[in-house]
Each structure stands twice: as structure tokens, then as C-alpha cells.
């Protein structure tokens, strides 16, 4: 039961922020110097972010790389809280990790990708939770699109009594170079909500991009999609940063981005809608009433194969179908993966129900 560990979370509001508008947390991926750290928490600052996020300890793929300040980095972000009066974030991997961010009075923790994959770790981070039932802890989809991997890693956060929890979508690895640096499949966070409405998640365009001018496009589309929130990498001098050049913006641009963003109502429900509403209720009926049809006939099918001794998967007929249909879609405005996946699951099911004829006159 998935259910019964999240029962008990709370919202994740904070003095001074208004808990009806996404949540914004911005800031360098790496904390590097003390003056880059208070140069761009300034900057942030002054567009209005209250949420001020830093690295520093970096999990990165081969070693060499600038793997994150450490414990120093704790020192000036407690200056940012202080003198700035900013809430902090920070990355933890280990137990260590945690105590020293507790210690330190930080505010949100997340915990990275890779952490996430791991329940080693993640059992670890939370015993070294447990008792600390006010800090806020977000934790980032697994590198893998494994949405139960993401579920247990959250089970043992909220299982450790954390109850400010909150989730990220920061994307997806995938071998070889595409548009994204990390896949989004929003279907996986989209099915997380759907398990877990009472769960914030926010996106990280970011490091779902990895590239600046992706960051807008796809913070709109997670607002669309009803995020909660944003996660965005902010440097006050980019191109001389230590980790994540590429994707991070300065102070001045993530303003430029957040002020193009669209923030629409929730809900927002009109006659018009409604009656447009009705109309997608009665295609999906009658799609449904179109399907019932198909497997009845297929079952027919099943039936004539097995009195003509014929085998219930014929490779060429399937390939055929497969072809027809996707073409026919395409020239109806329907993408193709999307029609091949619809074929394939009919297709499957199809099968399934054949089979069930067949076994169920061996069974006989
Ligand atoms: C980060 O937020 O700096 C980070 C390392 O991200 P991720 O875990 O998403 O790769
Ligand atoms: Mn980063």
C-alpha cells in the first residue's frame, strides 16, 4: 500500500511565502566562492525568489570534476539565511550529509538522481531524518524512469516521519544526444500525482534541459501540467561557472523567465468547458462501445483459429495493421507513437482474450 506512508504530510508553506503561487527555489547548481554564493543570492533576492538553492556536495559522473565546496559551503549559506533572510537549500547524499545540513540549520534538503536510485542510500538518509519532523525534504525522480523506484525512495523518507515532503521531476537519463539532457515522460510524474495527490511535485528545467533556452519552454509546460513549483539554476556569472555552464542562467535572465511565465487558475471551470467536456465524454464512450465491438469480433477470430488449428499470432497480419493504422492516423493529425502505442495495447489485449479461447479448450 503505497497510501498509508503519506497520509500525514503537511503543505509545504513557509512564513512569508505565498503558499496560493508555485513554489520558486533558484540558484547556483555549485556553491563555489563565498562572494559567487552572496553575489548571486543577492541577485536572486532582488527578483523576488525567497528560496535560495546550492550544491556543495556534487555527485558527478567521473572523478576529477569539481565535486562540490563541502562543509564550507554551509558557512555562507547561513550568511545568505542570515543577512538576506532567504530560506536555504542544499543537496544530501549520506547521513553525514544530513547532520551537517541539520546542524546548520538548513532549511529544505533534496536529495539528487543518482541518491534517489539507490535504497541503500536512501534508507540511510532517512534513519539519519528520523525525529526531525519539521524539515522540509524534496526528493528527485530516479536517473532510471522508474516510477516505483521514485515511490519506495519516497516511502522512506515519509516512513522515517519527515512529513513536509515533496517531490521534482528533473527528467530522465537516456543513452546518446537528444533535445533534452534528461527525458521528461511527464506520464511518470503525472502518474505519481494521480497516486499521490496530497504530494507537491516541482520540475527542474534545468537539468531536464540542460540547456538555457529550454528553461522557459519547459517551466510553462510543467505550470500547465499543474506543478507546484520550479527549480531553476541560477549563477551570477554562468560561463565561468564550475558545474552546469550550459544550463544556468544569471539573476537578470531567470527574471526575464519568470516574468514571461503564465501562471493560470487551477480550476477554472466555464459553460463553454463544460459543454466541450461532454463532448469528450461522448467520443471516449463511444471509442469504448468501438473497442467492445473489435474484441468481440477478435474473439470470434480466436475461435475460427482454433477449430482451423491456426495460430493466434500471425506476424505479418499484425505488421500490416500496425502500418495502416499508423499511416491513416498520420494523415488524421494523429502522431504516430502515439497511434502505434493505442495498436500495440488493442492489439495486446486482442491476444490476450484469443488466447483465454484457446487455453480454455485445452482446459476442457
Ligand atoms: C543538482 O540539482 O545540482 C543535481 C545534481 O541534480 P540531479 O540530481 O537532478 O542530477
Ligand atoms: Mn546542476
Not at 540547456?211 to 506543478?227: C, K, N, T, V, Y
Request: aromatic content about 6%.
Amino acid at each position: 500500500m503505497t497510501t498509508n506512508y503519506f497520509d500525514d504530510l503537511q503543505p509545504l508553506t513557509f512564513d512569508g511565502l505565498d503558499r496560493t503561487a508555485p513554489m520558486i527555489i533558484a540558484g547556483p547548481c555549485s556553491a563555489e566562492t563565498r562572494e559567487q554564493v552572496l553575489e548571486t543570492a543577492r541577485g536572486v533576492a532582488a527578483v523576488g525568489v525567497k528560496i535560495f538553492r546550492a550544491g556543495i556536495w556534487k555527485p558527478r559522473t567521473k572523478p576529477g570534476g569539481f565535486e562540490g565546496i563541502g562543509l564550507r559551503g554551509l558557512l555562507w549559506l547561513a550568511e545568505v539565511k542570515r543577512d538576506l533572510g532567504l530560506l536555504t537549500a542544499i543537496e544530501v547524499a549520506t547521513r553525514d550529509h544530513v547532520a551537517a545540513a541539520l546542524d546548520a540549520d538548513i532549511d529544505i534538503l533534496w536529495v539528487g538522481a543518482r541518491t534517489a536510485a539507490n535504497p541503500f542510500a536512501m534508507q540511510e538518509i532517512a534513519n539519519a531524518l528520523a525525529g526531525h519532523h519539521d524539515v522540509t525534504v524534496l526528493v528527485k525522480n530516479p536517473v532510471n524512469p522508474d516510477l516505483e523506484l521514485w515511490i519506495g525512495a519516497l516511502q522512506r523518507i515519509a516512513g522515517a516521519g519527515v512529513k513536509r515532503l515533496g517531490a521534482i521531476h528533473r527528467g530522465f537519463s537516456t543513452y546518446g544526444k537528444h533535445l533534452y539532457r534528461n527525458e521528461p515522460q511527464w506520464y511518470i510524474p503525472i502518474e505519481l500525482h494521480r497516486r499521490i495527490p496530497q504530494l507537491p511535485i516541482l520540475c527542474d528545467p534545468s537539468h531536464m534541459g540542460g540547456r538555457r533556452e529550454l528553461i522557459a519552454p519547459i517551466s510553462q509546460q510543467a505550470l500547465d501540467m499543474g506543478f507546484a513549483g520550479l527549480i531553476i539554476e541560477s549563477h551570477c556569472n554562468p560561463d565561468c561557472a564550475l558545474s552546469d555552464q550550459n544550463q544556468q542562467v544569471t539573476p537578470e535572465v531567470l527574471n526575464l523567465i519568470l516574468n514571461t511565465l503564465v501562471f493560470r487558475q487551477e480550476k477554472q471551470t466555464t459553460e463553454n468547458l463544460n459543454l466541450l467536456r461532454q463532448q469528450i465524454d461522448k467520443c471516449d464512450n463511444d471509442l469504448l462501445e468501438v473497442l467492445s465491438r473489435r474484441m468481440r469480433v477478435s474473439r470470434e477470430i480466436g475461435q475460427y483459429k482454433l477449430e482451423h488449428n491456426m495460430q493466434v499470432v500471425q506476424n505479418d497480419r499484425y505488421a500490416d495493421i500496425m502500418e495502416r493504422r499508423t499511416g491513416l492516423a498520420t494523415e488524421m493529425g494523429i502522431g504516430a507513437e502515439c497511434m502505434q502505442s493505442i495498436m500495440r495495447a488493442i492489439h495486446e489485449e486482442s491476444v490476450r482474450q484469443q488466447i483465454e479461447i484457446v487455453n480454455g479448450s485445452t482446459a476442457l
